[in-house]
């Protein structure tokens, strides 16, 4: 079924294993909520997700026989990757577990804010005056929802803030990767470097897991390690400039879960700075794929 869906690949199927990918993502964050309730530090969150995840990974990879996907001559650029990677994620759980899904999930968005700014630094891309005024305009919203409240916490936007930063820098680093290696030989060096670096970690802040919480462990675990591949699929199959705008739809899965399981209603500024910060990261995204199609008709008529 899944081979025939590939051979019958299109834009719409790309979009709908993308929207189901964020579904996913949005699962693992109620599952890193739910660990944190019951005790859990990001450190241990990230080394169950990332060791098993591992696992997963490469039982596929031996059992499909493709071996050489664990392969690289860029062991370097996956360590950085996984370094920051991994940061990021320690950062990105512990921002879960100290706001609501829905504020954390529009911070987290501003990597998209961050990225255009570290393109400019580490490869000299050019950004237009519009796409800097999106930008202020993006923060602007960023800066509305963290207005002082008794709702959000100054640690946990700090730690959203710094894992959303990561996370545009990690999309710097695979951009690079991303010429030469394959997503799923991304995904096998992440996980395992993630993992070795959370396990050695452990213990400074593990603790013996309960019984009743491994469905939790294994939850986070299986909708991440799905999400990441599934998100690998969905680019295959459709264009960046229709998968990346379905990541938004992370925002209402959020509020359905702060709603159902914590009760949880946003006020007005999360609506509001968050509609901006969505608008703002459409609107960069439409520029930058304007300005990819002018160079790709200079290019031809250069030919």
């Given at each position: 079924m899944i081979k025939a869906f590939l051979q019958t690949s299109s834009p719409v199927q790309g979009m709908l294993v993308a929207a189901l990918t964020f579904l996913l993502l949005s699962v693992m964050q109620v599952f890193a909520k739910l660990l944190g309730e019951a005790g859990y530090h990001p450190?241990?969150?990230?080394?169950?997700?990332?060791?098993?995840?591992?696992?997963?990974?490469?039982g596929w990879l031996l059992a499909r026989k493709r071996a050489a996907l664990m392969k690289t001559k860029r062991p370097r650029a996956h360590i950085s990757r996984a370094v920051i990677g991994t940061t990021g994620f320690v950062l990105n759980i512990?921002?879960?577990?100290?706001?609501?899904?829905?504020?954390?999930?529009?911070?987290?968005?501003?990597?998209?804010?961050?990225?255009p700014v570290l393109a400019v630094v580490f490869l000299k891309d050019k950004v237009g005056v519009y796409r800097w005024l999106s930008i202020i305009v993006g923060f602007c919203g960023v800066a509305l929802i963290a207005q002082p409240s008794g709702q959000v916490s100054l640690i946990g936007v700090v730690c959203a803030l710094s894992g959303a930063t990561t996370t545009a820098i990690v999309?710097?680093?695979?951009r690079y990767l991303g010429r030469t290696e394959h997503p799923?030989?991304?995904v096998f060096f992440f996980l395992m470097i993630g993992a070795l670096l959370a396990g050695a970690a452990m213990p400074f802040f593990a603790h013996a897991p309960k019984m009743t919480d491994l469905w939790m462990i294994a939850g986070i675990a299986a909708s991440g390690t799905a999400a990441q591949i599934l998100l690998s699929l969905a680019y295959?199959?459709?264009?960046?400039?229709?998968?990346?705008?379905?990541?938004?739809?992370?925002?209402?899965?959020?509020?359905?879960?702060?709603?159902?399981?914590?009760?949880?209603?946003p006020g007005w500024p999360v609506f509001f700075g968050g509609a901006v910060v969505i608008a703002s990261n459409l609107f960069i995204l439409h520029r930058e794929q304007a300005a990819q199609r002018r160079a790709k008709a200079e290019t031809a008529l250069v030919d």
């Open positions: 450190v241990e969150v990230t080394f169950y997700r990332n060791a098993i995840g591992f696992l997963i990974v490469l512990a921002a879960f577990q100290l706001m609501p899904l829905s504020e954390t999930t529009i911070f987290l968005f501003s990597s998209s804010l961050i990225m999309g710097i680093n695979l799923l030989t991304v295959k199959l459709a264009p960046p400039a229709l998968v990346a705008p379905l990541n938004y739809t992370g925002l209402i899965w959020a509020l359905l879960f702060d709603m159902l399981i914590w009760s949880y209603v």
